[in-house]
């Protein structure tokens, strides 16, 4: 398995702000992915980012919205643009260290309140 | 449009006896299963997963069984202890989804000492 860890673990916003949160594994790994949980629902796959290129978003999530980063093997960051209320979430990387099928593991999170 | 289903969104169980979780998933292209369980404030943490060429997959107290032609699985948690009480996932995927995960609403359990 691999650890992950996520900053911030927790942020409140104001509304039309940005915040841009880190993930940060302790080991190279093939795939990483972006989820997201509202309150009450399930987990949302927002995009997978890609090493060294533009990452490949879900249906209904848009790169100006959540543009992401991934400039190495290790590390990858995820921007929520321009902040309203509908956007108070928790964040969530997840990791996929082998090839298909494979476990993926999740980072601790970070708990987004936008007012 | 929901393809992975848990009904049944909270389950209470006395300690010692067994919990049954199900789940059902739409897309035939799945092939490839898993559970999670998930405190407050916490990211998921992998429980146990089963490829679509097993029917059965077991890891101490947690099985996993799976019915490809319902498409339908379900994790048997034997004996239940309290600190299983969490809310639990399933999750799906396929080859051509490359990993790429299709979550279940979780099902809360509590386990009753």
């Known amino acids: 398995s691999a650890v992950i860890s996520q900053k911030p673990s927790r942020d409140i916003c104001q509304r039309g702000t940005s915040l841009t949160i880190q993930c940060q594994v302790d080991s190279q790994v093939t795939m990483m992915f972006w989820y997201r949980q509202q309150p009450g629902q399930s987990l949302t796959l927002i995009a997978t980012?890609?090493?060294?290129?533009?990452?490949?978003?879900e249906s209904g999530f848009v790169i100006d919205k959540f543009p992401i980063s991934r400039p190495n093997l290790t590390f990858s960051t995820l921007t929520v643009s321009n902040m309203s209320p509908e956007d108070s979430s928790i964040y969530l990387c997840s990791v996929v260290t082998g090839g298909y099928p494979d476990t993926q593991y999740f980072g601790p999170g970070t708990r987004l309140t936008v007012l | 449009d929901q393809q992975v289903k848990q009904n049944s969104p909270s389950l209470s169980v006395q300690e010692g006896r067994i919990s049954i979780l199900n789940c059902d998933y739409t897309?035939?292209?799945?092939?490839?299963f898993l559970w999670y369980k998930k405190y407050p404030a916490e990211g998921p943490t992998f429980l146990i997963s089963?490829?679509?060429?097993?029917d059965k997959n077991e890891d101490g107290r947690f099985t996993v069984f799976l019915n490809k032609s319902a498409k339908h699985l379900s994790l048997h948690i034997v004996p239940s202890q309290p600190g299983d009480s969490a809310v639990y996932f399933c999750a799906a995927t396929g080859s051509r989804g490359n990993n790429r995960l299709a979550f279940g609403k979780g099902n809360q359990v509590v386990v009753i000492p």
């Open positions: 897309n035939s292209m799945f092939d490839y």
């Open positions: 089963i490829s679509s060429i097993k």
């Open positions: 980012a890609n090493q060294g290129s533009e990452a490949t978003y």
